[in-house]
């Protein structure tokens, strides 16, 4: 049985994997023996997988075909379907991980359910480099549920976790969201309302890339996309009906500022909680 799958979605995404497949190759030597799957579900089925291979005995290379294009959520559960480890990496395949990663969360997630590290947004247009979270005590929103309802996911990509493959909610593994850029929100809210522990190290094991053709810089698809997960989560704990509401006010809130341009000081009037919580959340930041 595998320790760690690390499960890569690809969409015309060739030219990405070897270099992923060295930093992965850098990271597993670290934890020797502990083994590593490297799972890659092929999302554009009609481009054939380039050849990979690796000479580390504790690291293995598994190719998914799908037959259709299903989207990254869906090919992310297909992946996990195909795991037999302990513990889950979702990592895409435009991004990178420290060599050190895979150790960092090894140490870190002990009796934990999910590790969290801190991470390196990278725009390469920009020529620019910045820590998701510059102090520890930033953080601990993470931990925090109603955080995802107030203000959103500050996960930036779950590439920056290692979870707990038996944490993991059969509901998330069973919805299939239409609009893709949310189902990592959903898991985390989901993992949160179970009761999950989340871990905090704040290292830097991750980069995200950033470009234009993200799901997550797409406003109004993630916008749409986080609707579709809150209508899952207010069916899963209806008795959280208030959360609900106060995600549904936060997404209308994001809405007018990003779509319709509406002024953000008067929004923050007319929703003084949202305010509320974001001035907390800058505090953190500051001191």
């Known amino acids: 049985m595998d320790d760690i799958s690390v499960i890569t979605p690809v969409y015309k995404g060739n030219k990405y994997l070897p270099t992923l497949l060295h930093v992965i190759e850098k990271a597993a030597d670290r934890i020797k023996p502990h083994k590593v799957n490297w799972i890659l579900v092929n999302d554009s089925p009609t481009i054939k997988l380039v050849s990979l291979n690796t000479n580390l005995k504790n690291l293995k290379i598994t190719k998914i075909e799908n037959s259709h294009n299903l989207g990254i959520q869906k090919s992310r559960i297909v992946g996990l379907n195909h795991a037999t480890s302990k513990y889950i990496m979702f990592l895409d395949q435009d991004d990178k991980i420290e060599s050190?990663?895979?150790?960092?969360?090894?140490?870190?997630?002990k009796n934990s359910?999910?590790?969290?590290?801190?991470?390196?947004?990278i725009n390469s247009s920009e020529h620019t480099k910045e820590k998701f979270f510059n102090k520890f005590a930033e953080m601990n929103v993470l931990k925090k549920l109603p955080y995802y309802f107030y203000l959103g996911n500050f996960i930036i990509s779950p590439g920056m976790t290692l979870i707990r493959r038996s944490a993991i909610p059969d509901v998330w593994k069973e919805t299939n969201l239409k609009i893709n850029g949310a189902d990592?929100?959903?898991?985390?809210?989901?993992?949160l309302c179970k009761g999950s522990i989340f871990s905090l190290n704040f290292e830097p094991t991750y980069s995200h890339m950033r470009n234009d053709k993200n799901v997550s810089n797409n406003v109004e698809n993630m916008i749409d996309s986080t609707y579709e997960a809150l209508n899952v989560f207010c069916k899963e704990y209806?008795?959280?009906?208030?959360?609900?509401k106060i995600g549904k006010r936060r997404l209308e809130f994001w809405k007018d500022l990003q779509v319709n341009g509406s002024n953000k000081y008067k929004l923050y009037l007319l929703n003084p909680d949202i305010a509320f919580y974001a001035i907390k959340k800058k505090m953190l930041r500051i001191f």
């Open 100 to 109: 050190s990663a895979l150790k960092i969360h090894l140490l870190n997630i």
């Open 184 to 191: 990592d929100w959903l898991l985390w809210v989901l993992m």
């Open 238 to 244: 209806p008795q959280k009906k208030r959360l609900y």
């Open 113 to 121: 359910d999910v590790s969290i590290t801190n991470g390196y947004e």
